[in-house]
């Protein structure tokens, strides 16, 4: 069954460094999303991306975040200068199509960034 | 805006015991709702969803109600296994978010079920 593959399942950083969390979401899905989940709180959306371009963001999702899908398989999340709050679980997740409103989101196993 | 609230955890029952999860809502106009599973090192999968009012999603022996009168899709189940122990989250999407479709979920509940 295909599935939603993400890597690394953990990163740990320093504060003010560049990670790109990576994503391979399954192969004949059109919509992209990331989230992420801090330790005890809710999980959050961070952004979604459709058509090559990012078709909705949150107000997390600041100057300091960018995706990319740089060979049409992988979906990256960059985050260039970390900070203490970015340490979190970060979820991807992708979607055959928008069609329906419900149709079912795939989700990834996660990466827990943890910055220090 | 949208924004999903769920019962805190965790949620500790022996094994055959009854579930109840509580999640209640707020949204304009007529969300879909859903139940997602976590389950220790995987990532997130749909336990069941329900799009309009009144509508019972299934699955797995997990039940719920779309409640529009009382925003709520409180998860049930009738008798929970030691392999049920997970994180359960309630989760929403407009209709109207056409382009985002994204999901504001709940924080998450714990459930532990001992043998």
């Known amino acids: 069954e295909p599935e939603v593959t993400q890597t690394p399942s953990h990163q740990v950083t320093q504060m003010g460094q560049e990670v790109i969390l990576r994503c391979v979401p399954i192969?004949?899905?059109?919509?992209f999303y990331w989230y992420r989940q801090i330790l005890g709180q809710k999980v959050e959306f961070l952004v979604s991306f459709y058509n090559n371009e990012i078709s909705e963001k949150s107000e997390i999702f600041d100057d300091q975040f960018s995706v990319e899908r740089p060979d049409g398989s992988n979906f990256t999340l960059k985050i260039r200068s970390t900070k203490l709050e970015d340490s979190a679980m970060y979820f991807c997740?992708?979607?055959?199509?928008?069609?329906?409103?419900?149709?079912?989101?795939?989700f990834g196993p996660g990466t827990r960034l943890t910055v220090l | 805006g949208n924004s999903v609230t769920q019962m805190e955890g965790p949620v500790t029952l022996s094994e055959e015991a009854f579930l109840t999860i509580n999640c209640t809502y707020t949204a304009t106009g007529y969300p879909s709702l859903f139940w997602y599973v976590q389950y220790p090192g995987e990532g997130l999968q749909l336990l069941l969803k329900a799009t309009k009012a009144d509508d019972k999603g299934s699955n797995k022996g997990f039940e719920a109600t779309y409640r529009k009168e009382t925003t709520s899709f409180h998860l049930e189940k009738g008798s929970v296994q030691v392999s049920d122990s997970a994180v359960y989250f309630c989760?929403?999407?407009?209709?109207?978010?056409?382009?985002?479709?994204?999901?504001?979920f709940g924080s998450g509940t714990r459930l532990q079920v001992q043998p």
């Open positions: 989760a929403l999407t407009k209709a109207e978010d056409t382009g985002r479709r994204a999901l504001t």
């Open positions: 192969s004949n899905h059109l919509y």
């Open positions: 997740a992708s979607k055959r199509t928008g069609a329906k409103h419900y149709n079912e989101q795939f």
